[in-house]
């Protein structure tokens, strides 16, 4: 049996209100590659980010022992001195560097104070032609597609002589031949002696290449390490270990209801979206979905599967190009110009990055929640303060929003209360349909319980509510309906009570397009 | 109320007073003689004005103009032209001059607005080419004088009515009645507030407040009750800032400025049209510039080629030091008031002390920047 290279012994991390890792036992033997597999959330870059030092020692607990030594790495930095080379999901390349600027970037060669041009350009070359990549080292990175930059990103590993490769979800952005290529290539690799942990939502990829898979559910191991040929691996088995939690009652009951007949709020036909920047690559394909009225219809994929774009692209237009497709908003064929469009069709879209997207965390809670309305505070443009914080505060007490007061700045307040302060906002607007992009990320388990709470009386105001979610016991516990998606398309349309966590992950993870024969075949 | 966040949140207030009394005993008393207090409005018209329309600018997300002090120059040389020169009407030639000033801020909004090129680049490129105009409209040339009732709207006295000579008196009753007006209408406001149930600040504090604010405008009024009585560029000044307080404070315009600059992404997706925002600041920025010219114009009783130079970092610092983030999104006109206030009372007490102009530089660029990493380390705590 070949020696255990890496050995990550009762890793345990927290963050403010939250375990990410419990108790985690992870090791990789020499030579192999070794799959790490779960759902969003479950503590995979978590344990990848410990791994490389990103989560200095001290942030965490346990231990990891590599080679045969503890480490304790204060930066990626004294990672990558070991030979532990991470690849990130988003691609870390500069686009206006040529490809051997980028590969030798921080690791110049030649002197601190004349770079040697030509040294650097040669070896770039050698580690493109190990790679298998036809370019010159001199081309920018901008020109070149995401399948080269990621065969880029490897050559960049390896020229920081990687002794133990860890590649987050690489092959998310890339198309079949490309990600067959990959693996292909990291089976080459492993032949000559180099260890690999993959992380990776597609199983069919997993079962081509993988040599042992770790499940982590929920921040902790499940199960022991699954070997090939020791353990019969079947994908039934790791689905179940991905998402086989207890569904306890930590949903309210909302009285079931048969739609089929109910009015349809709204609906789409055909929609097609294309990637803001990169104009031939199809972010949604052919999309059709409808939502009746007082229903919650719930959207379950992974992240990159083209929900946030899909949704931002009906609220609009503020995602994507070339967008095509019919909209029907209650029967009438509607086309939403902007987002100031939408909402006046009572439309509203509570978004997925609260901070980023949703609030203005530098301002009150008031005026934050008449941001979207603030027709309804004013008179001729002139705002009326004093109704503002009365509405402020009507909602403060509806939402149980805890805060010292209306004038509080939303960035004090934690993040339950800030999507507590997102959802008045939207609420103020008076929409019909309410679209929420994981209405309950990173907040803590009473505060979801409460958003649930609003859900349920939202719909029961006759409102109807689209929510996406990565999160299936929400899906399952609120949903009416429920749409999965997988790389821009809806791969499947499930009745509530038909839904199992199991069956959505199911067509979450495999992908009925010609990739997995491909693979398969191989 | 604590007294610690009283302290933090005026504490630009308490520099500026220390600042003056600094400069009082630095001085020897003369930095509050009444022709010095009068000369604090009357040299630094421009600088409230400026700084009012920068405010909008920066709260989009600490965006500046650089173009001003040009365009003042160059709307003030197309002003001279046609009032000294061609002998146009008064009235007319400054209409003129605001038109011209909204359609370079309208040139310079829709680049920044519509193509989104950096504010930056725009007013820089706009700083180096109006101001290249501006000269070439002039040939290089002072033209002046400005005929007297061009002057007159902006470097008069308010008459006396009471016809003393010593002592204005219509100045010192204006400041009564503000002072009682302002009375009234907190106390009303308050009273209105505990009606309807709202939170309102202590009886004590409002009262204490009060009192002060109306303490410094009786002193500062009586001060210039002893020289010549209510400049009339003090009526202009003033109007400016509390129509832009009202606009910043309680018009819905005046939150997309706030929003935009505290999260674009969220305001964008609340409905609102972003890039109006931007070319409404730039434009505005424009008109503001315009009636600077007016005033400069006057001040200087002429239109010179190197009028109006640097007078955009005079705006930009006075923001900064009155807590406009350099980030976007915070900020109020009460607060550019105390910094231009501050910048003023730098330069006159400097001035007074005698003190070499490359030094009054270094020290005003040391307020600058300590103000801003004040704010910004202020900010990191609370954070």
Known sequence: MAKELLKMKHITKTFPGVKALNDVNFSVLEGEIHALVGENGA???TLMKVLSGIWEYGSYTGDIEYDGEICKFQ?????????IIIIHQELALIPYMTIAENMFLGNEKGKNYNIDWDKENAEAAKYLKEVGLEESPRTM??????????LVEIAKALSKDARLLILDEPTSSLNEKESKALLDLLLDFKKKGLTSIIISHKINEISYCADSITILRDGASIGETLVKGQDNITDDLIIQRMVGRELTDRFPKRPKQDFTNAPVAME???WNVFHPLYEDRKVIDQVSLKLHKGEVIGIAGLMGAGRTELMMSIFGRSYGRNITGDLYINGEKVVLKNTRDAILHK??????DRKGNGLILSNPIRVNTSLANLAGVSTNGV????????IAQDYVKKLNTKCPGVEQNVGNLSGGNQQKVLLAKWMFADPDILILDEPTRGIDVGAKYEIYCIINDLVAEGKSVIMISSELPEILGLSDRIYVMNEGKITGELIADEATQENIMAKIVRTDSGKSNDIKSA | MKAKSILTKNAMIIVTVIVILFFSIGTGGKMLFPQNVNNLIAQNAYVFILATGMLLCILTGGNIDLSIGSLVCLVGAIGAVLIVQMKWPIWISMIVMLISGLVIGAWQGYWIAYKRIPPFIVTLAGMLTWRGLANVILQGLTISPMPDSFDALFNSYVPDIFGNSKLNITCLVVAVIISVLFFLFTITSRANKIRKNYDVEPFQYLLIKNIIICAVLLAFMFKLAQYKGIPVILIWVAAIVVIYTYITEKTTTGRYFYAVGGNEKATALSGINTNKVYFLAYLNMAFLSSIAAWVVMARLNSANPTAGTSYEMDAIGSCFIGGASAYGGTGTTGGVVIGAILMGVLNLGMSIMGV?????????????LFAVIFDVMSKKRTA
């Open chain 1, 141 to 150: 990175i901008k020109n070149i597609g995401t399948g080269k930059q990621q």
């Open chain 1, 268 to 270: 789409i036909r055909d």
């Open chain 1, 347 to 352: 439309l509203a879209y509570v978004t997925e």
């Open chain 1, 75 to 83: 930066s990626i930095r004294d990672s990558e001195k070991k030979g």
């Open chain 1, 383 to 390: 705002i009326d303060k004093d109704l503002e914080i009365k």
């Open chain 2, 356 to 368: 070499d102009m490359n030094w009054q530089k270094v020290v005003k660029g040391s307020v600058l």
């Open chain 1, 43 to 45: 503590g995979k870059s």
